[in-house]
């Protein structure tokens, strides 16, 4: 399921991402409006996340004790499309 380049994926990181997987090797805050997220929803990752590539995150949320500010910026990311259907973007 995983492409030869780009992130690698633990299988802990593809479960986090689930049906996003093809946004892996994309920036997180490009990948937000992508989905259709705001400069808003952007602001709202640690300012060190917002240049990091959505694999590195789900990676990161997905170890040990998991990083919470790395789990928020994935879940951000799963609700930028809900946020655009709702409120019409």
Do not use: C, F
Request: aromatic letters at 2%.
């Amino acid at each position: 399921m995983d492409e030869q380049n780009g992130i690698n994926l633990t299988p802990g990181g593809l479960k986090k991402l689930g049906n996003l997987v093809n946004l892996k090797d994309n920036i997180i805050s490009d990948a937000i409006r992508e989905r259709g997220g705001g400069q808003g929803q952007v602001s709202q990752l640690r300012s060190d996340y917002q240049n990091l590539r959505v694999g590195e995150l789900a990676n990161l949320a997905a170890e040990g004790d998991g990083d919470e500010d790395a789990e928020t910026a994935i879940k951000i990311l799963k609700q930028a499309r809900k946020k655009r259907e709702k409120h019409g973007n």
